[in-house]
C-alpha cells in the first residue's frame, strides 16, 4: 500500500518537491509508462488542491497522419481524446514545448472545454532529447489557480518522468 498522506497546507515548494519524490519512488522500478502515468496522475489529484481534472496526454500517431495528442491515464471527467498539436492550452504546449498556465480558461484562444467546471489550466510538456512525448494537464474549477510556483513544480515532475512514461 502506498500511503503518502500530503499535507496541503505545506508551502507549494515543499509539495512539489514532496510530490516530485513520491513519484520518483512510485516510478523508479518499473517500466510499464501506462502504469507510472496512471499512478502519476493519482498523485497529482491527492497533492495538488482545488483540481477537476489531472492527467496526461501523450504525442503519438494522428487518425489522419502525422502526429496529435491523444489522452492518456488520468483522473476527472472523461475528456477528450485525441487534440492536434497547436491546438487548445495542451495542443499549445505540445507545439511550442513550453509550459501553459492559464488564469482564465474562457480568454484562451482555442481552448477545448472538456469540463464547464474548468475554469483555469496548467499544462507542462514532458521533453525528451529535445522532443516533446507528453504533456500533463492540470484544470481548476477556480479562477487563476495555477501560479508560477505550481508551474515550476510540475515541470520538476515532468523531469522526474522523462525515461519513464
Ligand atoms: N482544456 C484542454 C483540453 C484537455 S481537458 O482540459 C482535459 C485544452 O484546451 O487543451
New binding site residues.
Partial sequence: MYDFQPDTALKPEELYRQLAEAADALTRDEPDPVANMANVAALIWEFVPDLN?A?F?RVGTALKGGQE?I?GP?V??P??IR?PLG???????AKTGESQR?ED?HT?P??????TA?QS?L?VPVLRDGEVIAVI?L?SPRKGRFGPHDAEGIEQLALVLINRI
Fill in positions: 481534472w492527467g496526454y495528442l489522452l488520468f476527472g471527467r475528456a477528450c487534440i491546438q487548445g492550452v495542451c495542443g499549445a504546449a492559464v480558461v484562451f482555442g481552448h477545448i472545454a472538456c469540463d474548468s489550466e499544462v494537464d484544470d
